[in-house]
């Protein structure tokens, strides 16, 4: 019987590992807006020809290598991390930018909730088109 319960529970385990990761690259957009705007806008625009502030603009991000938008002064680790913005990539960077990128400019701890960090980066899908 012991075995049997082992087995189950690895089974769980197992099961919400795998749905996790999944779970959390769906996010909803509207919510992520919220995210954006209280932890991102200062440093960041998104419309098209917008502003280069502290932090580079935004748009058209996703598909994009880091560190190409023209105007901004990258961090020389931020030319080089070989980045292409997808999903994932924007989760792991925004969940830890200096993790991801050890050098780059960007002066943020990082998204360290999971539901809000979804939630950010399904903002950005849309946002930055």
Known sequence: MNNWLTAAAVIVVGMATVAGPAA??????SKGQRVFNTQCKSCH?????GAQ???PNLHGLVGRKAGTSAGYAYSDAMKNSGIVWDETTLAEYNRDPKGKVPGTKMLYNGVKNAGQLADLV??????TK
């Open 53 to 55: 502030v502290t932090g």
């Open 24 to 29: 959390a690259q769906s996010g909803e957009a």
């Open 45 to 49: 625009t998104l419309e098209k020809d």
């Open 122 to 127: 399904a903002y950005l899908k849309e946002a």
